[in-house]
């Protein structure tokens, strides 16, 4: 079994504030990790993905991620937002020898002027 | 390239009505998803189809929700008869790859958001 657990269900910024959206997950097999955003009325939409290799990965938007396998977690981080940014932030998990992902609930990113 | 398309985008109905959602994925993609999104939660997986064949259909209540895709294409998610807690967002997902032992990437569509009354 695979769950994830986003620790923040709101984060309000202000624009150009640096931004971090927190991700723990837990399984007992190998995973895939991913970040989508999904903007009001619209399905998701993937920002980014970690599959193997360098544990810091950059997505879509000027967003990055880290892996931590120690520590289970995959946060989200952008340097600088904008106001455009604001929208609902899911982490998912996938078990590389499975097709089922698991969804956080989700982070409502407010960016303010 | 056209995404995955769903329609209605939303539907209102009374409880114990019937209601359909149509999906229509990616071009070439084999793998078929459907999700459903309660207010305030992630996505949870309905069912899951490689081309024609229903191969995780483990979290669809099977005694008001059914699903098809006949060809392999384009799909409908039903619910007969509809209740209360069914109001949410139904989203359809498609991928090219098959899941096991790849990353699958999911392209979403817009998703129906039924209100049931």
């Known amino acids: 079994a695979q769950s994830v657990t986003q620790l923040d269900s709101q984060v309000p910024v202000f624009e150009e504030a640096p931004v971090e959206l927190r991700c723990n997950y837990s399984?007992?097999?190998?995973?895939?990790l991913f970040w989508y955003v999904q903007y009001p009325n619209q399905g998701l939409q993937l920002l980014l993905k970690?599959?193997?290799?360098?544990?810091l990965v950059k997505g879509i938007n000027g967003f990055e991620a880290e892996f931590n396998k120690s520590q289970t977690s995959f946060h989200l981080r952008k340097p600088s937002v904008h106001i455009s940014d604001t929208a609902e932030y899911f982490c998912?998990?996938?078990?590389?020898?499975?097709?089922?992902?698991?969804f956080g609930d989700g982070t409502t990113l407010t960016v303010k002027p | 390239e056209a995404g995955v398309v769903q329609s209605p985008r939303y539907k209102i109905i009374e409880k114990k009505q019937p209601v359909a959602f149509w999906c229509n994925p990616i071009s070439g993609h084999n793998t078929l998803y459907w999700y459903r999104q309660n207010l305030g939660q992630g996505p949870e997986l309905l069912i899951r189809?490689?081309?024609?064949?229903?191969?995780?259909d483990s979290q669809l209540p099977k005694d008001r929700f059914s699903a098809e895709r006949l060809k392999g294409v384009d799909s409908t998610l039903k619910i007969q008869p509809a209740e209360l807690g069914d109001s949410a967002v139904y989203l359809c997902?498609?991928?090219?790859?098959?899941?096991?032992?790849?990353?699958?990437?999911?392209?979403f569509g817009p998703g129906t958001r039924l209100t049931v009354l």
């Open positions: 998912a998990v996938r078990s590389t020898n499975a097709g089922k992902s698991t």
């Open positions: 970690y599959l193997s290799g360098s544990t």
């Open positions: 997902a498609s991928s090219l790859a098959k899941d096991w032992g790849s990353t699958g990437e999911q392209f």
């Open positions: 399984s007992s097999v190998s995973v895939y």
């Open positions: 189809y490689e081309n024609e064949e229903a191969v995780d």
